[in-house]
């Protein structure tokens, strides 16, 4: 089983729709976790990080993270197409052996149709 | 430059052949990564530089893999001997900290090997 578990998809929405992506983890020592969106044939682009628990806003996106449940959520209010992407979960832990490398989910690949 | 840049961008290479893959990080970014990203998968670890130092390489998969950064600066990561299941996008990410929260990928070498 991976450490970080995403669901692939596809997801498609209608654009104005909100979305919900989400991931699970099993590491409780991660600490650190981020969202990046990946258009394709393009690298991964940090859209927002969250330390530990709790939620972080901007502007359309809403990041949650859980770790009592080890899972963590990424909200897009009023999609645009324009967001059509793959968005991966990254995270990673704080203990020196291992705090510089991110483990990522496998992605999920959202279009907003028009 | 403005971003990480990395080249070429795509590389066929025969099996058996021996590939060099470069990377030119964000000007005075500190802390340099290598991942490998398998179709339909999310980026895997696969070593991290802080500026000429290989501080961890524990994601490389076989001695194949060599990567290095004589000046702390630009990076090459080398294949010998490619085999097909080496047959990935090789991305490679900057910072200007030791935590990678913040790093900035290049667009990628899509390595294909027949």
């Known amino acids: 089983q991976k450490e970080v578990e995403q669901d692939p998809g596809p997801l498609s929405v209608p654009e104005g729709a909100i979305v919900s992506l989400n991931c699970t983890y099993s590491n409780s020592a991660f600490q650190y976790f981020m969202w990046y969106r990946q258009y394709s044939r393009k690298g991964p682009e940090l859209l927002m990080y969250t330390y530990s628990s709790g939620n972080k806003e901007d502007g359309r996106f809403t990041a949650q993270v859980d770790k009592s449940s080890k899972y963590i959520s990424l909200f897009i209010r009023d999609s645009q197409p324009s967001d059509s992407a793959t968005y991966l979960c990254a995270m990673r832990s704080i203990s020196s052996g291992s705090a510089r490398q991110l483990t990522f989910g496998s992605g999920t690949q959202l279009t907003v149709l028009p | 430059g403005a971003g990480v840049s990395q080249s070429p961008r795509y590389k066929v290479a025969k099996r058996g052949q021996d590939v060099a893959l470069r990377c030119d990080p964000i000007s005075g970014h500190v802390s340099l990564f290598w991942y490998q990203q398998a179709l339909g998968q999310g980026p895997e670890f696969l070593t991290y530089?802080?500026?000429?130092?290989?501080?961890?390489k524990s994601g490389l998969p076989s001695d194949r893999f060599f990567a290095e950064r004589p000046e702390g600066s630009v990076s090459t990561l080398k294949i010998q001997r490619t085999q097909q299941e080496d047959s990935a996008v090789y991305l490679c990410?900057?910072?200007?900290?030791?935590?990678?929260?913040?790093?900035?990928f290049g667009q990628g070498t899509r390595l294909t090997v027949v």
């Open positions: 530089f802080q500026n000429e130092a290989q501080l961890d």
């Open positions: 990410a900057s910072s200007t900290s030791h935590s990678n929260t913040e790093a900035f």
